[in-house]
């Protein structure tokens, strides 16, 4: 049960970093100079402040040696939203290196370590 919490937890805060630095980069550039009271910035802090709090419930249910590289979907999940959200485009080496990277970390879930 607290390995599964754990993960879930984990899942929400790749989700909410992701998604926060997605939304500060699109805040930051839509701000032209900078403004302090500017909404979609503080609604970018706020995605990385929610990912802060769970990350730490993460590192209370998980080891620190499965927790760390469950941070690597991450990349993964920005190759999948930062098109759509950013209008990037991802090369096709960009594309195997995120293929490597979850590789990596479906080795390390899978681990009869854990």
Do not use: C
């Not at 990912?51 to 190759?79: C, D, G, I, M």
């Amino acid at each position: 049960m607290q390995l599964r919490t754990g993960l879930l937890l984990a899942a929400l805060a790749i989700f909410l970093s992701t998604e926060g630095d997605i939304q500060l980069a699109l805040a930051l550039r839509k701000m032209g100079s900078f403004h302090l009271f500017y909404a979609p910035l503080w609604f970018a802090i706020l995605l990385l402040a929610a990912h802060f709090a769970v990350w730490l419930q993460v590192l209370k249910r998980l080891e620190l040696s499965l927790a760390v590289p469950l941070t690597a979907s991450s990349y993964l999940l920005n190759a999948l939203l930062a098109p759509a959200q950013l209008s990037e485009t991802m090369g096709v080496k960009s594309l195997a290196g995120y293929a490597l990277v979850t590789l990596g970390v479906v080795l390390v879930v899978s681990s009869d370590d854990q």
